[in-house]
């Protein structure tokens, strides 16, 4: 069982930033794929970020290429979304998962096979 932690959400102003940790136990995500989801209020879960299972690549919604970066620490087991330049339309439940699988993409929910519990970003104007 693997279990994922979320954190560093918070209030935040516009033009502002903030990193997400999300924290794995159970197993090592060395050679996992990691993602960022997110949840808009009233809206369905979307597609943020993802890392491939080498980390050589990134995977980034077209809404925050060049704002937000996915990255990951193997020996905290920690992966971590850096958010800048944020706005408004950010706000939403964050949420972090995992995958061993290499069959299906990144941008899916259905490929991820753990799921953190969230973490609420407010973005003010």
Known sequence: QVQLVESGGGLVQAGGSLR???????RTISSAAMGWFRQPPGKEREFVAALSSSAHY??????VK????????????????QMNSLRPGDTGVYYCAITWSYGG???STAVYIYWGQGTQVTVSS
Do not use: E, H
Request: glycine share 6%; with cysteine; proline share 3%.
């Open 20 to 26: 997400l940790p999300c924290a794995a136990s159970g």
């Open 58 to 63: 990134t995977y980034y919604a077209d809404s």
């Open 66 to 81: 060049g704002r937000f970066t996915i990255s990951r620490d193997n020996a905290k087991n920690t992966v971590y979304l």
């Open 105 to 107: 993409s990144y941008y």
